[in-house]
């Protein structure tokens, strides 16, 4: 499977990159937390990790570390504007369960293990 962007993302991502030119490109994880169990990370990609799985989409890198990607391979990454508010939204169909609050997930593999 991938990581993939859409437009609004890749837009938004875009202006990031053009901001920092040292970036190589979006980092995209997770970490465990919340009431659920995981929770997204997203940051600016500076160096890149032997152990790295390096997607691409439309020319931008997405960095993803080996023990996130069973919780967020396929995950296509939005970037939503509603009012004043902005934010990415995360398509991914991995999840199985979120807490009341919205920030954190179980994944099909919590509930294997």
């Known amino acids: ?10 837009e938004r991502i875009r202006s990031y990159l053009n901001a920092d ?12 937390s919340g009431c659920s169990g ?3 990370k997203v940051d600016m990609a500076r160096t890149q990790a032997p152990d790295d799985h390096v997607f691409e989409d439309s020319g931008i890198r997405i960095f993803v570390d080996a023990d996130s990607l069973p919780q967020v391979d396929g995950t296509c990454i939005d970037f939503v504007k ?22 954190s997930f179980t994944t099909r593999d919590d509930i294997a293990g």
């Not at 030119?21 to 465990?32: D, I, K, Q, S, Y």
């Not at 509603?82 to 920030?103: A, K, L, M, W, Y």
């Open 38 to 40: 995981w929770s997204y």
């Open 82 to 103: 509603q009012g004043v508010n902005e934010q990415f939204t995360f398509d991914n169909p991995n999840v199985t369960g979120g807490c009341g609050c919205g920030s």
């Open 1 to 10: 499977m991938a990581i993939t962007l859409s437009p609004a993302a890749r």
């Open 21 to 32: 030119p040292a970036a190589l490109g979006l980092r995209f994880g997770v970490t465990r």
